[in-house]
């Protein structure tokens, strides 16, 4: 059974720092993309990173690149999104989903940050940065 969990967020200041942690479980991680999405108040969801299975593409959204990094351990089932030089904009709840080759699926080694590719997604965790 497939199941991911985001954990990790919490309320951080203006330039300050925080890391999601997606927990996984019920497929190989190392063989599926992942990709992280946020929603702001009164806002759609949007891709913020994808990272590829098997070694393959890492991709961030223009609002966070050299900002937020995506690493794995997939020895530990995880997933971490690194997010540093915060600011009120990046206020919103954080989603973890893989692709798990439904009839969306991007094939690897490339990924994208469209909503439709996932399959399986976590409940979410809050993130507020206050200005």
């Known amino acids: 059974q497939v199941h991911l969990v985001e954990s990790g967020g919490g309320l951080a200041q203006s330039g300050g720092s925080l890391t999601l942690s997606c927990e996984t479980s019920g497929f190989d991680l190392e063989s599926r993309t992942i990709g992280w999405f946020r929603q702001a108040p009164g806002k759609e969801r949007e891709g913020v990173s994808c990272s590829a299975g098997r070694a393959g593409n890492l991709v961030y959204a223009d609002s966070v690149k050299g900002r937020f990094t995506v690493s794995r351990d997939n020895a530990k089932n995880r997933v971490y999104l690194q997010m540093t030089s915060l600011k009120p904009d990046d206020t919103g709840i954080y989603y973890c989903?893989?692709?798990?080759?439904?009839?969306?699926?991007?094939?690897?080694?490339?990924?994208?940050?469209?909503?439709?590719?996932?399959?399986?997604w976590g409940p979410g965790a809050q993130v507020t940065v206050s200005s």
């Open positions: 989903a893989v692709d798990t080759g439904g009839p969306m699926s991007v094939a690897m080694p490339g990924c994208l940050m469209k909503e439709r590719v996932y399959d399986y």
